[in-house]
Nanobody, 127 residues
Framework: QVQLVESGGGLVQAGGSLRLSCAAS????????MGWFRQAPGKEREFVVA????????YYSNSVKGRFTISRDNAKNTVYLQMNSLKPEDTAVYYC????????????????????WGQGTQVTVSS
């Protein structure tokens, strides 16, 4: 059973930056596609960004494109989300997710595509 633990959330002013980390308990996650999702108060969870197991393919939602960057260090079983130029509307609980891909170098956009989820980390952006 893969366990994912997010960290790095917090309170930041608009225009600031945060770097989220998602550490996995299992080395096999280095062959998993990963994604970040977020859920704002009173809203449904939404897709933010995804990355293939190799890191060669990524896909960003329009709302974060150009401001957020996903990366991964498979040697450390960790995925990162660098968030710059943060806006109040970025306030949400951020979740990382993982999915086994059997070495297919694809990314995935849907919640139902992922089988493993972290507990989430709160990001609050003040205006």
């Amino acid at each position: 059973q893969v366990q994912l633990v997010e960290s790095g959330g917090g309170l930041v002013q608009a225009g600031g930056s945060l770097r989220l980390s998602c550490a996995a308990s299992d080395r096999t996650v280095s062959t998993y596609a990963m994604g970040w999702f977020r859920q704002a108060p009173g809203k449904e969870r939404e897709f933010v960004v995804a990355i293939s197991w190799s890191g060669s393919s990524t896909y960003y939602s329009n709302s974060v494109k150009g401001r957020f960057t996903i990366s991964r260090d498979n040697a450390k079983n960790t995925v990162y989300l660098q968030m710059n130029s943060l806006k109040p509307e970025d306030t949400a609980v951020y979740y990382c997710a993982a999915r086994s891909t059997y070495y297919s170098d694809s990314y995935y956009l849907g919640e139902s595509d992922y089988g493993y989820w972290g507990q989430g980390t709160q990001v609050t952006v003040s205006s």
